[in-house]
């Protein structure tokens, strides 16, 4: 019997994947309080977090990558778009040598719905690579 060696690209972590929650949210009241020099608006904003949820896991990997699944997951778009996506880069723009991984995100929650899934699966996402990479949530900030 042979065997190889296995290079990076050959060898799938072994670590289990770690899992997070995007909780839809219901806004109970929402105010303009004022509009900022960048011309978004100040808010202020009591909401209540329902029981539905995306589900999202990241398997530790050398790539960035995301696969969606779930009912709604052909809403999700270009992968490029997701805003799972473009949060890991950020983070990795500002974290020199941040570890990434295989995402998956269970797409559950409407799409552009007002619910915040969207932003609920961003934070979702700081949280596993947060998880991962030994960071803590007050250095995503």
């Known amino acids: 019997m042979t065997t190889r060696g296995n290079t ?3 060898v799938k972590s072994t670590a289990p994947a770690l899992i997070e929650n ?5 806004n109970l009241t929402l105010r303009v309080v004022g509009r900022r020099v960048d011309g978004y608006h100040d808010l202020e904003s009591v909401v209540a ?8 896991s990241l398997t530790p990997g050398p790539q960035l990558d995301l696969k ?3 009912p709604l997951a052909l809403a999700c778009g270009e992968t490029a778009d997701n805003l799972v996506f473009k949060a890991a880069k950020l983070l990795g723009e500002r974290v020199p040598d941040l570890g990434f991984g295989d995402f998956i995100l269970d797409k559950v ?10 932003s609920a699966d961003a934070a979702a996402a700081l949280r596993l690579l947060a998880r991962t990479n030994g960071l803590a949530i007050d250095d995503l900030a």
């Open 22 to 26: 995007g909780r839809a949210k219901v």
């Open 109 to 118: 929650l409407p799409v552009a719905a007002g619910i915040g899934g969207g």
């Open 68 to 70: 969606t699944t779930g």
């Open 8 to 10: 990076e690209a050959d």
């Open 49 to 56: 977090f329902a029981d539905c949820a995306d589900r999202l």
